[in-house]
C-alpha cells in the first residue's frame, strides 16, 4: 500500500501545474481570493480555479475556509515555504540566463534602509557602474522589514545585531558604530571651544535618550528636550545642515558632508552602539556564491573601507631618530 500511494504521489508531482504556483502563493499571502486576483490581474474566479487545479492534481487541500478568508493548513504552509524559494530561483534563473543570451543586463535587486541609501550608497553610484557596466544594482528603499523570497529581492542592506531568520548576515563594517554630534559650518563657528554643557542649550534633533547618554557621558546633568525626533536619519541630517539644531549621527552617514564642509562634528567626544550593531548585507543561503551577488558584496567591502579610512585615516609615521647636526 505504502509503495503505491508513494508512486503516484511521485507522477502526480511529475504533472503538477506550475502556472498554478503564482497563484497559490498570492493567495496564501493574502488571504483572500479577490485580493490576490488583483495582485495578479486575473479575474476571481481563473485564481480559484488555478487552486482548484493544484489541489486536484496533489491529491489534498491546502486552504482552510473561514468565512471570506482562506488559511493554509500544514500542508499549505509546507508547499509554501518552498514555492517562495522556487519561484525566486526561477526569477533569477530567467535574469541570469537572458544576460547570459545578451537579451538584457543582470540585475541585483536589494532592499535599503532610506538613510544609507541617501546619505552613502547614491553619492557612489557611479563607481558602482563603472566597476560593473553590465550589472544594474535595483535598489528599494523602505524601513520596514521586507520578506526577500516573497518579495523577489536577492539582498538587503540593514542595520542591526540579527540574526535573520532564513538569511545570511555578513558584517559590512567591521568597526563599532560610533555617533557623533554634527551641526552646521555655522553652528560650529557659533560654539567653537564651547564646553559640552553648552551644547544643552541649541536646538537638539533625533532621540532624546541617546542626547541624555551623550551628556551623561560628558559629565553634564541636562535636561533634554528634543526640537524635533526623525524617523529617518537622512532627513534629521538635511535638518542640521540647513542650520536647525545639532544632531547625533552615525558617524558612517556624516562622513561625506564632513569631508566636503556640509558638517562639523562639535565634539570629540562620541558613544557607540553595542558592538553587534552594525551594518550587514543579508540575502538567501541559496545566492552566496551568485556571482552578481558576489561583485555587490566586494564592491560593498572595498567603498566602506574606503570610508573607514576617510574617517579614521592611518596615524602619520613618527620621525624616526632626530636629524643629524651638521
Request: glycine share 6%; net charge positive; proline share 6%.
Amino acid at each position: 500500500m505504502f509503495c503505491l500511494i508513494w508512486s503516484d504521489m511521485l507522477t502526480s508531482m511529475s504533472r503538477l501545474p506550475l502556472n498554478t504556483l503564482p497563484a497559490f502563493r498570492a493567495v496564501a499571502e493574502s488571504q483572500n481570493l479577490r485580493a490576490a486576483a488583483e495582485v495578479l490581474h486575473l479575474t476571481h474566479s481563473a485564481v480559484s480555479q488555478q487552486i482548484r487545479v493544484l489541489e486536484d492534481q496533489l491529491g489534498f487541500a491546502l486552504f482552510e475556509r473561514r468565512g471570506r478568508r482562506l488559511f493554509l493548513n500544514a500542508g499549505g504552509e509546507a508547499l509554501l515555504q518552498s514555492v517562495r524559494a522556487a519561484l525566486a530561483q526561477l526569477d533569477d534563473g530567467m535574469h541570469a540566463a537572458a544576460a547570459a543570451a545578451g537579451g538584457s543586463a543582470q540585475r541585483v535587486r536589494v532592499t535599503v534602509l532610506p538613510s544609507f541609501a541617501q546619505r552613502w550608497l547614491l553619492p557612489r553610484m557611479n563607481r558602482w557602474r563603472e566597476r560593473n557596466p553590465g550589472l544594474a544594482l535595483e535598489i528599494d528603499v523602505s524601513q520596514q522589514l521586507v520578506d526577500l523570497q516573497r518579495e523577489g529581492f536577492h539582498a538587503a542592506l540593514r542595520y542591526g545585531a540579527g540574526p535573520w531568520p532564513g538569511l545570511e548576515a555578513e558584517r559590512l563594517f567591521g568597526l563599532p558604530t560610533r555617533k557623533i554630534v554634527v551641526g552646521s559650518p555655522a553652528a560650529a563657528q557659533r560654539l567653537a571651544d564651547a564646553p559640552p554643557e553648552a551644547l544643552a542649550r541649541e536646538p537638539l534633533l533625533g532621540d532624546g535618550e541617546l542626547w541624555a547618554r551623550w551628556f551623561k557621558t560628558a559629565g553634564v546633568d541636562a535636561r533634554v528636550v528634543p526640537a524635533a525626533i526623525f524617523n529617518d536619519a537622512g532627513l534629521m541630517l538635511q535638518a542640521v545642515e540647513q542650520n536647525l539644531g545639532l544632531a547625533l549621527s552615525r558617524e558612517l552617514l556624516a562622513a561625506d558632508a564632513l569631508a566636503d564642509g556640509r558638517l562639523v562634528q562639535l565634539s570629540p567626544l562620541t558613544i557607540t552602539d553595542e558592538p553587534a550593531f552594525t551594518y550587514h548585507l543579508v540575502y538567501p543561503p541559496n545566492l552566496r556564491d551568485w556571482p552578481p551577488l558576489a561583485a555587490l558584496r566586494q564592491w560593498l567591502h572595498d567603498e566602506l573601507e574606503q570610508s573607514r579610512r576617510m574617517l579614521h585615516p592611518p596615524a602619520e609615521k613618527k620621525t624616526r631618530g632626530k636629524a643629524r647636526a651638521k
